[in-house]
Nanobody, 127 residues
Framework: QVQLVESGGGLVQVGGSLTLSCAASGRTLSGYAMGWFRQAPGKAREFVAS????????TYADSVKGRYTISRDGAKNTLYLQMNNLNPEDTAVYYC????????????????????WGQGTQVTVSS
């Protein structure tokens, strides 16, 4: 059993930055591929970024590529999402997730690939 807790969300102006954290307990994250997803009001949850178990390799949605950076800290058992140059389309609840079944270099893209999810943290980008 893995518990994931997101933090770091809040209100930010257009063009600003935020860093989200996802702290894990119950298991270490080193054996899992990890991902970030987001869900805006009235929309389906969508893929944001993922990071593999080793390498690490990363994959980003086109909408955030060049602005977001996903990373992991094994010593702190924590996943991060650095978000820069935010715009109103980034407003959403952001979720972290862990995939227990990925191989070393996989960066999963689909919700159904992931086995554990956090409760989400709200990011609001205001003009």
């Amino acid at each position: 059993q893995v518990q994931l807790v997101e933090s770091g969300g809040g209100l930010v102006q257009v063009g600003g930055s935020l860093t989200l954290s996802c702290a894990a307990s119950g298991r270490t994250l080193s054996g899992y591929a990890m991902g970030w997803f987001r869900q805006a009001p009235g929309k389906a949850r969508e893929f944001v970024a993922s990071i593999s178990r080793a390498g690490p390799r990363t994959t980003y949605a086109d909408s955030v590529k060049g602005r977001y950076t996903i990373s992991r800290d094994g010593a702190k058992n924590t996943l991060y999402l650095q978000m820069n140059n935010l715009n109103p389309e980034d407003t959403a609840v952001y979720y972290c997730a862990a995939d227990t079944g990925s191989s070393w270099l996989e960066t999963p893209l689909r919700e159904y690939d992931y086995d554990y999810w956090g409760q989400g943290t709200q990011v609001t980008v205001s003009s």
